[in-house]
């Protein structure tokens, strides 16, 4: 938004949360969810511009994706997803390509830095480090 502008509503055919401004201004991640299916329906990552045109799926896993962070340059996207089952830290490309899993948590703990459950990642001012949430 521009200095002075209250806000507005995106004109796009879903239910959306969660979003976050990337490092240029232009786009927009964050979660959706086709809005007759809120309640149990795929919740995944899309971006689209600041003035609503060019949305885009990011993601298409059956689980969970949500919590998307930009990198401080805009080459990657931080999220959290239940793909493996579990709450994790994930990684991708800005464009949605090169999934990466970065934690490897654990019902029951065991696993540094994981426990049983790991998101809501932020990125360092540099992008070299993510902190998260362990639970």
Known sequence: LATGEGPRRLPIPLTAFDPSPAPSGR???FTGVPSDQVFGGNYD???VARDGS???RLTSDDAVDYEAAWSPDGSRIAFTSFRNGMRNVW???ADGSNPQRLTDANVGGGNPGSGGSAGDAA???DGSKLVYVVG
Do not use: G
Request: proline fraction near 7%.
């Open 91 to 93: 990684v991708m490309n």
């Open 123 to 125: 990125w360092s001012p």
């Open 27 to 29: 786009d927009i991640v």
């Open 45 to 47: 990552l899309y971006v």
């Open 54 to 56: 060019n949305l885009r």
